[in-house]
């Protein structure tokens, strides 16, 4: 698997464009930009099949309807998460933002599912950020939305979010093999033997 991340947005979203066998793969998080993103999918020579969403975020789904529009692919999303979808919008206002309307149906993601398209992604269920919150693992490659970044963690102060499903989070992740590479929702990508390290939430 092939991983290629777009910084998009006034955030700063890690978008992640994942390439497997032919060119089959998905989108991981589309937060803004959706120009940018289809311009990079040509690029790469990425033939998605697929919407995967870490949490709904307003960031982190800026530009899924754009991208559905232009594509014509499934979303797929933790149910737990729907609340801030369809929410989505309303919190972008807050922050002075807009994102158009989330396109519907979304389809479910749990624990231990796995996903082909062509890339044998297994979901994670990591909720603490936020209710619904998954990561995308292929063995050597987390795509850990904002539960854990570079020296950080994701908030836990916000509406939905749980300290202690967060940590326990965190606990599940140090399972991994310590040289998965994480890819996170912001910042650059680390290593979980480098997060076990150094990162005061993890190491020790």
């Given at each position: 698997m092939?991983?290629?991340?777009?910084?998009?947005?006034?955030?700063?979203?890690?978008?992640?464009?994942l390439?497997?066998?032919?060119?089959?793969?998905?989108?991981?998080?589309?937060?803004?930009?959706?120009?940018?993103?289809?311009?990079?999918?040509?690029?790469?020579?990425?033939?998605?099949?697929?919407?995967?969403?870490?949490?709904?975020?307003?960031?982190?789904?800026?530009?899924?309807?754009?991208?559905?529009?232009?594509?014509?692919?499934?979303?797929?999303?933790?149910?737990?998460?729907?609340?801030?979808?369809?929410?989505?919008?309303?919190?972008?206002?807050?922050?002075?933002l807009?994102?158009?309307?989330l396109?519907?149906p979304?389809?479910?993601?749990?624990?231990?599912?796995?996903?082909?398209?062509?890339?044998?992604?297994?979901?994670?269920?990591?909720?603490?950020?936020?209710?619904?919150?998954?990561?995308?693992?292929?063995?050597?490659?987390?795509?850990?939305?904002?539960?854990?970044?570079?020296?950080?963690i994701?908030?836990?102060?916000?509406?939905?979010?749980?300290p202690?499903a967060?940590?326990a989070?965190?606990?599940?992740?140090t399972?991994?093999?310590?040289?998965t590479?994480?890819?996170?929702?912001?910042?650059?990508?680390?290593?979980l033997?480098?997060?076990?390290?150094?990162?005061?939430?993890?190491?020790?």
């Amino acid at each position: 698997m092939k991983v290629y991340p777009l910084a998009v947005g006034p955030l700063q979203e890690n978008t992640y464009l994942l390439v497997g066998e032919s060119g089959r793969g998905a989108i991981v998080d589309p937060g803004d930009e959706p120009e940018r993103i289809l311009a990079e999918v040509g690029r790469v020579g990425l033939h998605p099949e697929a919407i995967l969403l870490t949490h709904a975020h307003f960031d982190h789904v800026g530009a899924v309807a754009p991208l559905v529009e232009a594509l014509g692919l499934p979303v797929y999303l933790h149910p737990a998460d729907l609340p801030l979808y369809h929410n989505a919008a309303q919190n972008a206002a807050r922050w002075g933002l807009s994102i158009p309307p989330l396109p519907e149906p979304v389809e479910p993601l749990a624990e231990g599912q796995r996903l082909d398209f062509g890339l044998g992604l297994e979901v994670l269920f990591l909720p603490g950020h936020a209710p619904g919150h998954v990561g995308f693992y292929q063995p050597g490659h987390l795509v850990s939305g904002d539960v854990l970044f570079r020296g950080g963690i994701g908030r836990y102060d916000l509406p939905g979010s749980d300290p202690q499903a967060l940590f326990a989070s965190l606990q599940k992740l140090t399972g991994l093999p310590p040289q998965t590479v994480v890819y996170p929702g912001h910042g650059p990508l680390t290593t979980l033997a480098e997060e076990m390290a150094h990162n005061p939430y993890l190491a020790g």
